[in-house]
């Protein structure tokens, strides 16, 4: 068994597992920090933005100056974003049979793998994680194809001219195989390639290993995957919440009895509680519009933004922002809201009760209709007509480099009555704010990440026990930040394995047994003996038959009638040799006893010597040795048939058989 | 006994006795209890039990009934014992051979009624009682009781467990006192049988391997020690010390926190010339694990007189933890005895990385012990304050994360603590405890900081961020003043102006404890430093009143009500007005509040109106005194519709806060004390009497005299009776009935009476007024409402007619059910 590690990102993971003859792909993250190294695309034209000088190396080269910008002290590269995929080299990703998605933020690199590797496999995942998924990659395609950008760097990726570069862009990993944005014409290609599941159902891959998603509490239609053999289990955690937040709550029982347990999307910041972080999220939204200040808060549009409108739906009467206005602007904003509404199987209970009241789960859907709440396309268009100020805006991207986002940080970045709010945690708030420096705005971090954090997993590990955990690198030891919180990685006995990208793990256990059925009628004609309490056996002859992965013992065919014909004798060359079958023996020999057994039968003069294996009985008179060991007995007489009968006989008297 | 209650009794009894009439309420029993004991506290048991034959029958009933209830049986025992408590009652009831029957083996004691834990407490109390005077002693020698009570002692029910060792001290402290006991020697061998067997009986529990019945002897030791003053006490602790010390050669000790409990009894009690004990005190905090040490360690360090060897050492137990966790997040090896003589030691180290309870356990027991004895005048001296500051800060830091420790010991403990509430609440609270000292300047630094750090953490709970709050106001407040200048010094000034704006994002927290503590906070140092430059300064600067004024509207009402006060402070020191526009903000202010006192559905923000209003009153709050007149009016207007007894209750108090304006304060704050009083001169007084009437003030005060709720009455009985004495003395030349609609106001005051408050009073001519105040009998009112609600209903009479008529009624309710 054996884990192919393509992505280096922990809660981005990229995995596949060969597991019995299956190939199975864990996940297929995109890890989008390598966007941070760009420019924002702006909406507007940016007069800022456009007019940035080109950078120089030290000794006054220019030749880069059209690819790379310097702003506010930083270096970026001026063209289309690009993202870092899974790595492609490690394994031939055409052989993989399928992959399993988690959630829906674990499957941006879909198209990259199934449009362009030779994917011939299947996609398994659930409906809600396939639909918010294509809203994510729906609204992706959308912010970057909506800023074409006429040129494409990619002088500044050769390895020798890489290596001048300043800070992060020298030390970018990979670049040589950074993609620009997938279309949406592949996305739909890739999304066709999925087979919808519901959890704790079982699919059967090729008879040999079941796969069956349970949820993980996450978010919805998030799941963890069981992938099982007859006698092995894998259990594939990615994240999981045990806070009660919108969708159902983690199940835990299942993983339990796993021989290894594959553990990946903790949460990010494991010293931030999301509590708290909410808490501090109303705290600083309300002060800053209480003074007249606009708030944005750049994220993704599906998450956590259904729980953080549902805090504010709580919080906005009692903090007096009744009138403050809410937007959310994402080109899939209206889907969103609609599907959290309609998922209602996949929502936690409470949310579930409210569906058969009737009510909407989400109180979102009263926000939008008391117009506290207002959700467009884009800035473009009515919410122009609509804009009132101080308010509170919600846009992606989270890592502020395309989007609406951009436009709202231009707008507002000069004024310190405003406040941007980081709640999305995939970004470093400060990278992300690089390009916008200097900055009059307040910058609040708030990461709310409801990712079990470490000692959630700690409680989890004791209660499901695996043999073995496997978990990336960066879970087995403190942030480097913070070396003495050696509360802050995972502690398991035996330790856990860690890989990191573009690592092959040998999974630490054996496959020792293999399930194989007996057909009724052949069952029927064993005949079982009891040889101590509680066991019996019985011999078998059968013919074994494996197709699919199954193996099924079959009656042997009835043994062909003696013809001379060599034709038929070509027919019987498979049917295995029937002759008459001696008992098999079972027991052992009590040497004591059978010295006395060999004395009573008249032989005199007997000798016993202890060896390494077992004993040897010396007939001095006779010239002949008996030589038992646990698993055979020999009698070595010089040629006397007469009496090496008589001494089995002997011996057999001891032994069962059957 | 009044003749009434004897003719009910017979009744009462046949009812008590009867098992188809089940008495409903067990309260009555008590209360019958009670007034037996009242009874036969005032005069003779026996005089009583021979005018009501039928107690005696009761008992004798009591004994002979199979099926009574529990409660009756328990009830009986204990009435036995409160008649038998008289040594002549006793030989009486002796005589039937009553007392054997209840309390002997015959009793219930062998019966199935002993079964009920409520027979066994009664048989206790009963006995409790009953032993007062030697024949009692040769009673309960005679009936083996002593043994019974020692079985109890082991009872599953815990009250009769614990009711059974106070009864054995009882009975040993009875037969230990009398004439002889002086003379008593420690070696025992003429103590009374009973107390030998009693000593006995805790000896072989003391060397007993089960430590429940180490337990057991422990406590009754513990409680022989607290209770009995006798010089036997002495004896017995002499006689029992050695088995005490021979406990603490067992590992681990057993029963330690009884053995604490009981060495502190003794340590109380015992002359402090008694080496012997202040060894095994030594020797127990030697034995003890850290956890169970820090007890005793207090306990010893609160004694008055204690060897100075034995405080040093249990002071440092309870600095123990402390050094170790200061030893554990040292960044180098620090200078050596940092508490000194307490180094942390293995055992307590191991302790603290043992499991995450034990270590919270030992550092919040630590903490909160140390906090104790800060203030107290015995606190061992030198107190190691630097230490200590600094030990508090590393564990506030150790739970924040933000220390860094290198050590292993250090890491390990990081961990363990990071995040843990409990740790942070004792440690804060701790913290602010230490205020009272003073610190290097470094340290009072750090302190700052990590209240500040404390204070911004989006990590810290509610709780938590209320126990920083007031640990930072006690800082703030003990901070020194710039020597030559009112003004605040550097170091305070600066926090301020960090700490102003996480208080205004605390103050838009939602959570509404955060919000209420904030509010709390800024009232606080607001009252302290409203008139220093600098607070003032800052806080205008900020943008703090005005958040605080927003929140008047807050959805939760204690954020309402702290809201009010806070901006009732913040108003009284001229803190809420804007710059531009001073007054045009007041005014509203002072609207808004009024709009609460008659709007609000809650009643603590409206309370909270009122205590700033009467505040406002007393201080001369510019806006107030501008037209107070006005203002009183409105406010009782409002006050006097208010549902809720508090409010009118302060209402009285502002009225009484513009009496005094008017017409001088009161001689004393008794209430009783107007005896003396001091008449305001006849023009003055005239005019206030005006003023009074047209605010409206006597209709209030008159409506408050005949409110529902007690302390609203006894208050405006009070108001009156000071303005009587300042408005009418006796002897005064004016004269009742001056007035030509008094008898109409007096007619109306008589409905008001009877509880019809419909009608207004109408409008009060000062004279009428007068009259009034002379004609209600408002010493007479003061009597009656001194007596409790219930002063009618108590009445043993009452009870015997309310127990009987119950039986009557229990029946008419079942009916009903069908």
Redesign the interface.
Same mark, same amino acid.
């Given at each position: 068994m054996k884990l192919y590690c393509l992505s280096g990102h922990p809660t981005l993971p990229c995995n596949v597992l060969k597991f019995k003859s299956t190939t199975i792909m864990l996940d297929c993250g995109l890890d989008m920090t390598s966007t941070l190294n760009f420019l924002p695309l702006p909406l507007v034209q940016s007069p800022r933005l456009s007019n940035l000088p080109g950078w120089s190396l030290k000794d006054g080269n220019a030749f880069l100056d059209k690819e790379l910008k310097e702003c506010s002290g930083h270096v970026f590269v001026d063209s289309v974003p690009e993202f870092c995929l899974p790595e492609t080299e490690l394994i031939d990703l055409s052989t993989v049979d399928v992959i399993l998605i988690s959630n829906y933020h674990c499957m941006m690199a879909l198209p990259y793998i199934t449009e362009h590797t030779g994917f011939t496999g299947t996609v398994y995942a659930t409906e809600p994680s396939v639909q918010i998924g294509r809203l994510l990659m729906e609204e992706l395609v959308n912010f970057i194809e909506r800023v074409p950008k006429a040129q494409s760097a990619s002088l500044w990726k050769n390895k020798d001219i890489q290596r001048l570069l300043p800070s992060p862009l020298k030390d970018a990993v990979e670049v040589s195989t950074w993609r620009r944005c997938y279309t949406m014409q592949e996305v739909n290609s890739a999304l066709s390639k999925i087979q919808l599941v519901g959890y704790s159902q079982k699919i059967e891959l090729f008879g040999a290993v079941q796969v069956t998603p349970l949820s993980s509490g996450y978010a919805l239609g998030s799941s963890n995957w069981i992938i099982q053999s007859h006698y092995e289990k894998v259990s594939y955690v990615s994240g999981s919440s045990l806070l009660t937040t919108h969708p159902q709550p983690m199940d835990q029982a299942s993983l339990k009895n796993s021989d290894v347990l594959i553990l990946t999307g903790l949460t990010q910041i494991p010293?931030?509680?999301p509590d !708290?972080?909410?808490?501090?999220f109303?705290?600083?939204l309300?002060?800053t519009v209480?003074?007249g200040g606009n708030v944005l808060v750049p994220c993704y549009p599906s998450g956590v933004i259904y729980d953080l409108l549902e805090?504010l739906y709580?919080?906005i009467? !009692?903090?007096?922002l009744s009138s403050i206005p809410f937007y959310f602007i994402s080109p899939v904003a209206n889907s969103s809201l609609e599907f959290s509404q309609i998922f209602a199987e996949w929502l936690c209970h409470n949310k579930q009760t409210k569906v058969y009241l009737p009510e909407p789960p989400f109180p979102h859907a009263e926000l939008i209709q008391t117009n506290k709440l207002k959700h467009y396309p884009s800035i473009h268009g009515d919410f122009s007509n609509d804009f009132r100020q101080p308010c509170v805006v919600f846009t992606g991207h989270p890592s502020l480099r395309f989007g609406d986002v951009v436009h709202f940080m231009e707008l507002w970045g000069k004024s310190s009555l405003n406040t941007v709010i980081f709640t999305e945690p995939d970004f470093s708030y400060l990278e992300a704010l690089a390009p916008y420096q200097p900055l009059a705005m307040k910058c609040i971090y708030?990461p709310i990440d409801t990712r079990l954090n470490f000692i959630q997993v700690s409680k989890l590990l004791k209660e499901v026990q695996p043999l073995h955990v496997v978990c990336p690198e960066q879970y087995t030891q403190p942030p480097p930040a913070?070396?003495?919180?050696?509360?802050l990685m995972i502690d398991c006995q035996p330790p856990a394995m860690s890989y990191r990208r573009a690592e092959v793990l040998a999974l630490p256990f054996k496959r020792r047994y293999e399930k194989i059925e007996i057909m009724p009628e052949l069952a029927d004609s064993l005949v079982p003996m009891e040889i101590k309490p509680g066991v019996s056996l019985a011999t078998v002859s059968a013919v074994l038959h494996t197709k699919d992965n199954k193996h099924i013992l079959q009656p042997p065919p009835r043994p062909a009638q003696p013809t001379g014909g060599k034709k038929r004798k070509r027919a019987s060359d498979d049917i295995p040799d029937c002759k008459v079958l001696k008992p098999l023996l079972s027991g052992s020999i009590p040497v004591e006893q059978f010295v006395q057994t060999l004395e009573k039968h008249g032989f005199s003069d007997i000798k016993v010597e202890d060896t390494a294996k077992g004993h040897i009985v010396l007939l001095q008179e006779a010239e002949t040795l008996i030589q038992i060991e646990e698993d055979s007995t020999h009698i070595i007489c010089d040629n006397d048939e007469m009496l090496r009968v008589r001494l089995r006989d002997l011996v057999l008297k001891f032994l069962q058989k059957f | 006994m009044d003749p009434e209650c004897s003719r009910l009794l017979p009744a009462l009894c046949a009812v008590l006795a009867d098992p188809r009439q089940p008495v409903a309420d067990d309260t009555c029993l008590e209360k019958l209890l009670d007034w037996f004991t009242a009874v036969t506290e005032a005069g003779s048991s026996l005089l009583l039990l021979q005018e009501n034959p039928c107690l005696v029958e009761l008992l004798f009933h009591v004994l002979k009934s199979q099926d009574l209830s529990s409660r009756i049986l328990s009830f009986s025992l204990r009435l036995a014992g409160i008649f038998a408590a008289q040594e002549n009652c006793f030989q009486y009831l002796q005589q039937g051979e009553l007392l054997p029957m209840l309390f002997g083996e015959v009793g219930p004691l062998g019966g199935a009624a002993w079964t009920a834990p409520a027979v066994r407490s009664g048989w206790i109390q009963g006995l409790r009682t009953l032993a007062q005077h030697p024949s009692a002693l040769h009673f309960l020698a005679a009936c083996g009781a002593v043994d019974t009570i020692f079985s109890l002692q082991g009872d599953p029910s815990l009250f009769v467990a614990s009711a059974a060792g106070q009864l054995l001290v009882h009975i040993l402290d009875l037969a230990m006192r009398g004439p002889a006991e002086g003379r008593r020697s420690p070696q025992a061998c003429d103590w009374p049988a009973c107390a030998q067997k009693i000593v006995g009986h805790i000896e072989d529990s003391l060397c007993s391997t089960a430590i429940p019945q180490v337990t057991q002897a422990l406590s009754v030791l513990t409680t022989a020690f607290g209770h009995c003053h006798g010089l036997w006490t002495q004896g017995l602790w002499v006689r029992l010390s050695p088995l005490v010390a021979r406990l603490l050669e067992k590992d681990p000790v057993p029963a330690s926190h009884s053995l604490v409990d009981l060495l502190l009894s003794v340590a109380r009690s015992a002359p402090s010339s008694d080496r012997g004990l202040w060894e095994t005190l030594a020797q127990t905090l030697s034995h003890l694990s850290p956890t169970q040490a820090g007890p005793l360690a207090l306990g010893i360090l609160k004694l008055q007189d204690c060897p100075q060897a034995l405080r040093t050492q249990a002071f440092g137990i309870l600095l123990q933890p402390l050094a170790c966790v200061l030893e554990a997040a040292a960044q180098a090896p620090g200078p050596p005895g940092l508490l000194e003589g307490a180094a942390g030691d293995s055992m307590t180290v191991d302790t603290l990385l043992s499991s995450k309870s034990a270590c919270v356990g030992l550092l919040c027991c630590a903490l909160a012990h140390l906090g104790l004895l800060q203030p107290l005048p015995q606190r061992p001296s030198p107190w190691p304050q630097a230490p200590l500051l600094g030990a508090a800060v590393t564990i506030l830091r150790l739970c924040s994360?933000s220390?860094?420790?290198?050590s292993d010991v250090?890491?390990?403990l990081?961990?363990?603590l990071?995040?843990c509430g409990r740790v942070q609440r004792a440690a804060l609270d701790f913290l602010g405890a230490l205020s009272q000292g003073t610190g290097p300047q470094e340290l009072v630094t750090q302190v700052f900081s990590v209240l500040l750090e404390y204070l911004v953490s989006?990590?810290?709970s509610s709780m938590v961020l209320k126990k920083a709050f007031q640990a930072t106001l006690r800082w703030l407040l003990s901070s020194p003043k710039t020597p030559g200048c009112c003004d605040l010094d550097p170091h305070t000034q600066l926090f301020l102006t960090e700490l102003l704006p996480v208080l205004?994002?605390?103050l838009?927290?939602?959570?509404w404890e955060?919000r209420d503590s904030g509010l709390e906070f800024l009232t606080q140092m607001t009252r302290h430093w409203g008139g220093q430059a600098g607070f003032r300064q800052a806080l205008l600067a900020s943008?703090v009143p005005?958040?605080t004024k927003?929140l008047l509207?807050?959805?939760?009402s204690y954020v309402r009500a702290s809201a009010v006060t806070a901006t009732g402070q913040l108003s009284s020191w001229g803190l809420c007005a804007s710059p531009e526009c001073p007054g045009a903000q007041q005014e509203s202010l002072l609207v808004e509040l009024l709009h609460i006192l008659s709007t609000d559905s809650e009643g603590f923000p409206r309370r909270a109106v009122m205590q700033v209003f009467t505040e406002w009153l007393r201080d001369g709050h510019a806006d107030v005194a501008e037209d107070a007149e006005r203002f009183v009016a409105g406010v009782l207007q409002a006050a006097s519709r208010d549902l809720d007894w508090e409010v009118r209750a302060q209402g009285l108090e502002l009225a009484l806060v513009f009496l005094e304006q008017l017409l001088g304060q009161r001689g004393s704050h008794c209430p009783y004390a107007v005896a003396l009083p001091e008449t305001a001169p006849p023009g003055v007084l005239a005019q206030a009497l005006q003023v009074l009437c047209r605010v409206q003030l006597f209709e209030f005060a008159f409506r408050a005299l005949f409110d529902c709720d007690r302390p609203v009455a006894q208050k405006s009985c009070d108001l009156l009776l000071f303005l009587r004495a300042k408005a009418a003395p006796c002897g005064s030349p004016q004269e009742a009935g001056d007035s030509p609609n008094v008898a109409s106001v007096e007619a109306t005051l008589q409905r008001w009476q009877a509880g019809e408050q419909g009608q207004p009073l109408g409008y009060l001519e000062p004279g009428a007024v007068v009259a009034l105040l002379r004609s209600v009998d408002l010493e007479g009112l003061r009597d009656t409402l001194a007596e409790s609600s219930d002063h009618v209903e108590k009445s043993p009479q009452s009870l015997l007619q309310d127990m009987l008529a119950a039986v009557g009624v229990l029946g008419e309710n079942e009916a009903d059910c069908y």
């Open positions: 010293t931030a509680n !708290s972080m909410v808490g501090e109303c705290s600083n309300s002060q209480r003074n805090c709580q919080y009467d !009692s903090a007096g708030c913070q070396s003495h919180r050696i509360d | 994360g220390a860094a420790p290198t250090g890491g390990r990081c961990a363990i990071v995040g989006p990590e810290s205004q994002k605390r838009c927290s939602p959570c955060v943008e005005e958040l927003q509207r807050d959805p939760e």
